[in-house]
């Protein structure tokens, strides 16, 4: 009887054993942060694969940068997500805040294959760059000629172009690039405001969508805009000659990263999702849908593919990237500075 009731009770602790083992693999889950932007396209090319992949569940979080920042510091106690994709002043912002991690770059097995500046972005190990895009001028190449930065502000082109908001994207890169063509390379960026400030009666307008121009290209309302490489589609398909600038001065941009959040409960499972976006096969299929920019070298893609993206070695070294830090450090002066010269 003894030997029946030890039996018994060595299967029911087996089997107590086992269902929390079975549970747990049940309940499996990735939280990610994303970028609202072509979500129907990510979850057929990324998330879907994904999950097949690692027999886990993806939960797809998304909203502006804003939005997912205050998200993460209300969280940071019992972080929620467990990785996010932000730009790189964000990802520095982040860490400055204490929440993210240094990325063990170790257990990403497509780390190698990134271009150079996509490796450390920030230079503190905190995030890996998956897409990076060039700034440049979109202009109608039979009414001027763009040489330089400075071209935009001539007297007889003022009046002809839109200038990206200071509080854009491409605001900062646009009036970083201004100022090099100005001889000023200064964080304050105080001689490009000034000098947009001075032709603010004339230029069209100061944009906040890139969605605007194609419109205002199309009417001839302006003949010129910076904009980022992620814009310039739309502009091949008008019917008239609208050529992509390069200044003498160079390209700037952007680079959007990837983070793993300060005390994620998933932290290998964060790493597995990252490396699998890292991919050469992920970042060209992403890549032949016009998504992203691929930070993979290894990608290969057609020139009519390719036209339409930042692609190239060549391109990723050249960018003029503005540092975080500097960002970070400056953008409220911008702001001020801008409402004071240029107003809005």
């Not at 929620?80 to 990403?108: E, I």
């Not at 020139?303 to 409220?332: C, Q």
Request: hydrophobic share 40%.
């Amino acid at each position: 009887m003894k030997k029946v009731i030890l039996a018994s009770g060595t299967a029911l602790m087996l089997t107590m054993g086992a269902a929390p083992t079975q549970a747990l693999a049940q309940e499996k889950t990735l939280t990610i942060s994303v970028y609202a932007f072509a979500q129907d396209e990510f979850k057929q090319l990324v998330y879907d694969p994904f999950e097949k992949i690692c027999g886990c569940k993806l939960v797809v979080e998304t909203g502006n940068s804003v939005e997912r920042l205050a998200k993460l510091e209300a969280n940071k106690a019992n972080p929620m997500v467990d990785m996010a994709v932000v730009s790189m002043a964000d990802a520095l912002a982040a860490s400055r805040a204490g929440l993210t991690d240094k990325v063990d770059t170790a257990k990403l097995s497509n780390f190698n294959k990134l271009y150079d500046v996509a490796k450390d972005p920030n230079g503190d190990g905190m995030s890996v760059g998956y897409t990076f895009y060039a700034t440049s001028i979109a202009y109608r190449s039979d009414k001027m000629k763009i040489e330089s930065w400075a071209d935009l502000l001539k007297p007889e082109y003022a009046s002809h172009i839109a200038w990206p908001n200071v509080t854009t994207n491409q605001g900062p890169p646009a009036l970083y690039m201004l100022g090099l063509a100005l001889g000023k390379d200064t964080p304050d960026l105080a001689a490009p405001i000034e000098a947009v400030g001075e032709k603010k009666g004339e230029i069209v307008t100061f944009y906040e969508k890139s969605s605007q121009l194609v419109q205002l290209m199309q009417q001839e309302e302006i003949w010129a805009a910076p904009i980022g490489r992620f814009s310039w589609a739309p502009f091949t398909k008008l019917d008239m000659p609208i050529a992509w600038a390069n200044p003498k001065e160079g390209q700037t941009g952007g680079m959007n990263v990837m983070v793993v959040t300060k005390g994620s409960k998933n932290r290998d499972l964060a790493l597995q999702f990252m490396d699998f976006w890292l991919s050469t096969d992920t970042q060209t299929k992403l890549a032949e849908k016009l998504i992203d920019s691929p930070a993979n070298k290894e990608v290969k893609l057609s020139d009519a593919i390719a036209n339409n993206l930042t692609y190239g070695e060549e391109t990723a070294k050249s960018l003029k990237l503005i540092p975080s830090a500097v960002a970070l450090d400056n953008r409220a002066g911008w702001v001020k500075s801008w409402n004071e010269k240029v107003g809005q």
